[in-house]
């Protein structure tokens, strides 16, 4: 039996073609929810999980960064997906029948521009592939769905109008989490370390946290500040850099960071995509 990949949506989300594409030989495992996904993972119903954290035109996918975090996995892996928008619709009908147009809040803006030129409204629902499932299931002619050519496969529906999305680098990084690391690995295309961190309640905290990367020559790809608990005066840090926690110069920027610190939880540390550092 092949081991399973989790994934948020039903089969032809953009999960599914992201675990198509980066795991093929694990079996797709739908989700309900991005919860339900990485709790597959725990519970071991699941090897892995593939979890949407950003894309190139909508920004970052909201809440899943304070998910992580407790989530109890490690990310192994990350893996970016070129989003192609498609107005799937009823065998038959045509762009200038449609109406409404059915998608998750994510995409809707990714083809924004498409949709008012077609006078198609927006709709919003929780999940594309879904989406695309219900049209299928349905009667209306006027309804479309926003989704993968992966969808209309599977739910036996017409692509209307293809690659409809507003921005032609359109893509979607999704980070591959397990219950096990494995900090002994080395890509190809170098590695990347993820982790969340407070600073102190001290004056330039932040600053002088940053001070280190600086100052030793790491690269910090990302940082992003969120809520802890509700509390407007707990804010917590999710950072991702260029390079290996053995490598020296992270482990001195990492002490550094240490010292302005009251919580440092190391996320994952697991190769650069090769497509990172592609330009369109």
């Known amino acids: 039996m092949s081991p399973k990949i ?11 073609q992201a675990c198509s594409e980066a795991r ?9 929810t991005f919860d339900d996904a990485i709790e597959s993972v725990r519970k071991g119903d699941a090897q892995l999980g593939m979890i949407a954290v950003e894309n190139s035109t909508y920004g970052r996918v909201a809440d899943v960064h304070s998910l992580l975090p407790e989530s109890g996995l490690h990310i192994v892996d990350e893996a970016f997906v070129r989003v192609h928008v ?3 619709v009823k065998p038959g009908a045509r762009t200038g029948d449609i109406t409404a147009a059915y998608g998750h809040p994510v995409i809707l803006p990714q083809c924004g521009k498409f949709l008012r030129d077609n006078d198609i409204s927006p709709r919003a629902v929780s999940d594309n592939a879904r989406a695309a499932r219900e049209v299928a299931e349905g009667d209306d002619m006027t309804a479309a769905a926003l989704a993968s050519e992966l969808a209309a496969g599977i739910y036996g529906l017409d692509i209307a109008a293809r690659h409809i999305e507003d921005v032609d680098n359109n893509t979607t990084r999704f980070l591959v989490m397990a219950r096990d690391s494995d900090y002994k690995r080395r890509g190809n295309h170098g590695m990347m370390t993820s982790f969340v961190f407070r600073v102190r309640n001290i004056p ?7 001070g280190g990367f600086a100052t030793n020559g790491v690269n910090m790809t990302k940082l992003e500040s969120y809520m802890v608990g509700g509390n407007f005066q707990a804010t917590q840090f999710y950072a991702e850099i260029e390079g290996h926690p053995d490598d020296r110069n992270v482990q001195l920027a990492l002490e550094e960071l240490g010292y302005f610190t009251d919580h440092l939880h ?5 190769p650069a995509a090769a497509t990172r550092y592609k330009r369109p």
Do not use: R, S, T
């Open 6 to 16: 989790a994934f948020q949506g039903e089969l032809g989300a953009y999960g599914h």
């Open 266 to 270: 190391l996320m994952g540390v697991y």
């Open 86 to 88: 498609n107005l799937l």
């Open 24 to 32: 093929p030989d694990f079996a797709p495992y739908p989700c309900e």
């Open 204 to 210: 330039a905290a932040l600053y002088k946290a940053m």
